[in-house]
């Protein structure tokens, strides 16, 4: 099979950790018989520095042209002065909307070689966790109405948060058809104790919780749920939140697995193509010292064999090859705590070298 996939490269370690997936899905290409084609578009911070603007309407086209695209990160302090417009991260949300991407898709697993590196006592996480995040992604807040104005203490900033019914219900049923496939448990996410647009959430949550009687549904607001995140993940299985909560509450499940480095993403349209990317940052201040951890994007490229190509077992290798080389003791810098630290190019090496055999 050949696919043509769209690389998104973008600032700091960005590319370092782009070109390390790459160099996975060339040895899984060989393996399996695949062609991979890879282009690659300016966006962020490079593509202010290249043409003046965060997202090129060359890479818009290019991306929605591709079979696929993965994303490294974007952003960095060299345009942290910019107006909201010309930030980098401005281009995070323009790719999303013009490829229609509304889900989410974030797991966060504790792998057992990895449960030292998690910051919660060992009594917490000695069954582990396996939780997946589906957040919504082109709505609420990122997307409302926003500005500044005169107010009753003058000058002020607002930013607004909205959700339709289609919105909310889109991405709920997403979720429930997601916890079908696991362990048939949802949790969803809201403040309705305060908010209008929770509240609509909430009740169409229930509505459509009627058509999934084999699913475990249940409402968390959202305070408890970043307390219960480090109380007790193990209660969690499928996650649905909003596009703000679940960045939040995201990065926070990140952290408790031992390294925001190790946590992928997805971000769908409901179709097979889609965006995929670490969730982590840009991480400027360690790009170019081959300290960056690629196992994130490496199993964002594992998501996009699954979920744009139906490569199943092709993405079962990559993830397979991951958790032999951690359970080897191969680490980098993030999680090396003490053992010998891998550069970015080393640890991509020891994850071919699985794939190899």
């Known amino acids: 099979m050949r696919y043509t996939i769209g690389l998104l490269k973008g600032d700091g370690i960005g590319p370092e950790i ?197 699913v475990e549904a249940s409402d968390m607001l959202v305070d408890n749920a970043a307390m219960q995140l480090v109380r007790n993940p193990a209660q969690f299985d499928v996650i649905v939140t909003s596009n703000m909560f679940g960045d939040i509450l995201s990065d926070e499940a990140s952290q408790i697995t031992g390294s925001i480095g190790m946590l992928p993403s997805a971000s769908l349209s409901g179709g097979s193509c889609g965006l995929y990317e670490p969730i982590h940052g840009s991480a400027p201040d360690i790009a170019g010292t081959g300290k960056a951890n690629p196992i994130a994007t490496i199993l964002s490229a594992a998501m996009m064999l699954l979920y744009a190509f139906s490569l199943n077992k092709e993405s079962e290798s990559i993830v397979n090859a991951v958790d032999k080389v951690l359970e080897a003791g191969l680490r980098t810098a993030d999680i090396a705590r003490g053992k010998v630290a891998l550069s970015t190019d080393e640890m991509t090496d020891a994850i071919i070298r699985e794939l190899s055999v």
Request: charged fraction near 30%; proline fraction near 5%; charge should be positive.
């Open 18 to 214: 782009v070109d390390s997936a790459v160099r996975v899905l060339k040895a899984v290409g060989k393996k399996y018989g695949h062609e991979f084609i890879f282009t690659p578009y300016l966006i962020g911070g490079a593509a202010i520095d290249e043409c003046g603007m965060p997202l090129p309407e060359e890479t818009v086209k290019g991306c929605l042209a591709s079979d696929s695209v993965l994303l490294g990160a974007v952003g960095g302090p060299k345009w942290d002065g910019l107006p909201g417009n010309l930030r980098p991260e401005k281009a995070l949300l323009g790719i999303r909307e013009a490829m229609g991407l509304f889900i989410n898709l974030r797991p966060a697993k504790l792998y057992p070689a990895l449960k030292a590196e998690c910051p919660l006592r060992e009594d917490i996480v000695a069954q582990g966790f396996d939780i997946m995040i589906v957040r919504e992604l082109t709505g609420g807040i990122y997307f409302g109405e926003r500005g500044y104005r005169n107010g009753k203490y003058g000058e002020e900033a607002y930013d607004t948060e909205s959700y339709s019914r289609m919105e909310i219900e889109r991405i709920v049923r997403v979720a429930f058809e997601t916890a079908r496939k696991r362990r048939k448990k949802l949790t969803s996410i809201d403040k309705a104790n305060v908010l209008e647009t929770s509240r609509l959430w909430r009740k169409i949550v229930h509505e459509i919780a009627a058509e999934y009687p084999d």
